[in-house]
């Protein structure tokens, strides 16, 4: 099968995942909160990006390549954490993680996840980037940094932008759990899926085992709360602090909107800013993430990277972050749709993808580096 004709965008592994994945799966992976608003939103305003197309440029072979914090990527994208992944498909941890490995992009891994740091730590190398959601105990927060830089990890990101439990109706509707709870709908959902099924069978039903090592012994009511929820933090500036003086490598605290904030962190030593807006997952009255992102990026001014996620569905729209100012761009979902739609086949799929749309968007545009695109934003 010759996926760039059957295959060619990620909305046809998006539809073909659909089709192979538990409903449950696929609405959790796929949803927002609230009406969805803020995913709407996000799309939007990034189609409101325009570039000015050029003429008489010559044979264009645009150059790809992205240095940050020390490291040069073959492309500047790479792969957001996403939590309950080995819920969304069997493995998806270890089959990401090698894939970046091989395509030299960072993987992110959520705390939140079906693998701990020490099940994925020599897969991804030194493209392994650890996602930590803030603990409730210090002493909780510093055996996992320790297990977690154990295990290989060099670069630790620190989720802020959940400061509590957001709705997400949709995830509610279907019944989303981690383990799923088997009741006679999602047994006939995973039936309804034999690959899908298959891969749990051989690799074990998802379970948060990160979290799960720390939570205390659950209890009526309670018994029904994931371990990841049991022991959350709510950070300040003080945790922050905190983080920066227990972790020795690169800190990039993620989930910023305002250019104020990451002054401040910056302040407390971060060594990058992420720009997200959790792609509406959280909250959906907020700002589009790509409109928080230059006047983040203007007050930054290079003093360390901004990262950006957040509706990111093509080269096209990477290709918009770095002309806003992101010096690296992360896709969450998009991932696990191509994923769920072919395997370890879909991942590399995608990948091609991503670098084929942005040389094409690029040669359109007359930009031979990544450094030519804001030249050509139409403003």
């Given at each position: 099968?010759?996926?760039?004709?059957?295959?060619?965008?990620?909305?046809?592994?998006?539809?073909?995942?659909?089709?192979r994945?538990?409903?449950?799966?696929?609405?959790?992976?796929?949803?927002?909160?609230?009406?969805?608003?803020?995913?709407?939103?996000?799309?939007a305003?990034?189609?409101?990006?325009?570039?000015?197309?050029?003429i008489?440029?010559g044979d264009l072979?645009?150059d790809?390549?992205?240095?940050?914090l020390g490291t040069?990527?073959?492309?500047?994208?790479?792969?957001?954490?996403?939590?309950?992944?080995?819920?969304?498909?069997?493995d998806?941890?270890?089959?990401?993680?090698?894939?970046c490995?091989?395509?030299r992009?960072?993987?992110?891994?959520?705390?939140?996840?079906?693998?701990?740091?020490?099940?994925?730590?020599?897969i991804?190398?030194?493209m392994g980037?650890f996602?930590h959601?803030?603990?409730?105990?210090?002493?909780?927060?510093?055996?996992?940094?320790?297990?977690?830089?154990?295990?290989?990890?060099?670069?630790?990101?620190?989720?802020?932008?959940?400061?509590?439990?957001?709705?997400?109706?949709r995830?509610r509707?279907?019944?989303?759990s981690?383990p799923?709870?088997?009741?006679?709908?999602?047994?006939?959902?995973?039936?309804?899926?034999?690959?899908?099924a298959?891969?749990?069978?051989?690799?074990?039903?998802?379970t948060?085992k990160?979290p799960?090592?720390?939570a205390p012994?659950?209890?009526g009511?309670?018994?029904?709360t994931h371990?990841?929820?049991?022991?959350?933090?709510?950070?300040?500036?003080?945790?922050?602090?905190?983080?920066?003086?227990?972790?020795?490598?690169?800190?990039?605290?993620?989930?910023?909107?305002?250019?104020?904030?990451?002054?401040?962190?910056i302040?407390?030593?971060?060594?990058?800013?992420?720009?997200?807006?959790?792609s509406?997952?959280?909250?959906?009255?907020?700002?589009a993430?790509?409109?928080?992102?230059?006047?983040?990026a203007?007050?930054?001014?290079g003093?360390?990277?901004v990262?950006f996620?957040?509706?990111?569905?093509?080269?096209l729209?990477?290709?918009?972050?770095?002309?806003?100012?992101?010096?690296?761009?992360?896709?969450?979902?998009?991932?696990?749709?191509?994923?769920?739609?072919f395997?370890r086949?879909g991942?590399?799929h995608?990948?091609?993808?991503?670098?084929a749309?942005m040389?094409?968007?690029?040669?359109?545009?007359?930009?031979?580096?990544?450094?030519?695109?804001p030249g050509?934003?139409?403003?």
């Open positions: 099968m010759d996926l760039d004709v059957t295959h060619p965008a990620l909305s046809d592994l998006r539809r073909r995942a659909r089709r994945m538990p409903h449950f799966a696929f609405e959790y992976l796929d949803s927002g909160t609230g009406r969805e608003t803020g995913i709407h939103h996000n799309r305003r990034l189609d409101a990006v325009r570039f000015m197309p050029a008489l440029r072979q645009p790809l390549t992205r240095a940050t040069t990527y073959p492309q500047p994208f790479g792969v957001a954490p996403l939590g309950m992944a080995g819920l969304l498909w069997p998806a941890e270890r089959i990401l993680a090698a894939a490995a091989h395509h992009m960072p993987y992110g891994q959520s705390t939140v996840a079906a693998a701990t740091p020490e099940d994925t730590g020599t991804a190398g030194d980037w996602q959601y803030p603990v409730n105990d210090a002493g909780i927060r510093r055996d996992m940094l320790a297990r977690i830089k154990a295990a290989g990890w060099k670069t630790l990101v620190v989720t802020v932008d959940v400061p509590g439990e957001s709705r997400r109706e995830q509707r279907a019944h989303v981690m799923p709870v088997m009741t006679p709908k999602i047994i006939a959902s995973i039936l309804s899926c034999p690959t899908w298959m891969g749990i069978l051989k690799h074990g039903q998802p948060m990160f799960n090592s720390y012994a659950a209890k009511a309670e018994a029904f371990a990841g929820r049991l022991i959350r933090g709510f950070p300040d500036d003080a945790y922050i602090s905190a983080l920066r003086a227990e972790w020795d490598g690169p800190l990039i605290v993620k989930g910023v909107a305002e250019p104020a904030d990451a002054d401040r962190l302040g407390l030593g971060v060594d990058a800013i992420w720009v997200s807006n959790h509406g997952r959280q909250f959906e009255g907020g700002p993430a790509i409109d928080c992102l230059p006047p983040v203007e007050t930054v001014a003093r360390v990277p990262y996620c957040s509706g990111v569905t093509g080269g729209d990477i290709l918009r972050a770095l002309a806003l100012g992101a010096d690296f761009v992360f896709l969450g979902k998009a991932w696990y749709f191509a994923l769920a739609a395997g086949a991942v590399d995608l990948v091609h993808i991503l670098r749309d040389v094409s968007n690029m040669t359109q545009i007359g930009a031979a580096t990544l450094d030519d695109l050509r934003l139409i403003r």
